[in-house]
């Protein structure tokens, strides 16, 4: 059974940091491309940021130069930096792996920034 485990989520004030973790288990991990994803009340769920089994790396506009994303290939992981946060970055965030056709998620972690 493949499983995305999200850990991390927390309330922080806007300025503050923030790192998420993923461990995917199931997969043969070094193949997937890992990306995060959030979804924001009343909004769609975006891309944030993605790497790929060879540590390229795409970012949304709205988080570049604040978030880093990042592998680690001997814990089966990827994580999410999140510095200088602001209140529009408030969402659940979901881990997902994706091969060709193989496409998994995780349940998600809460990311509330506020004074």
């Known amino acids: 059974q493949v499983q995305l485990v999200e850990s991390g989520g927390a309330l922080v004030q806007p300025g503050g940091s923030l790192r998420l973790s993923c461990a995917a288990s199931?997969?043969?991990?070094?193949?997937?491309?890992m990306g995060w994803y959030r979804q924001a009340p009343g909004k769609q769920r975006e891309l944030v940021a993605f790497?790929?089994?060879?540590?390229?790396?795409n970012y949304a506009d709205s988080v570049k130069g604040r978030f880093t994303i990042s592998r680690d290939s001997a814990k089966n992981t990827v994580s999410l930096q999140m510095n200088s946060l602001k209140p529009e970055d408030t969402a659940v965030y979901y881990c997902?792996?994706?091969?060709?056709?193989?496409?998994?998620w995780g349940q998600g972690t809460q990311v509330t920034v506020s004074s």
């Open positions: 199931g997969i043969i991990f070094s193949i997937y491309t």
């Open positions: 790497i790929t089994s060879v540590s390229g790396t």
């Open positions: 997902n792996a994706n091969w060709i056709r193989n496409d998994y």
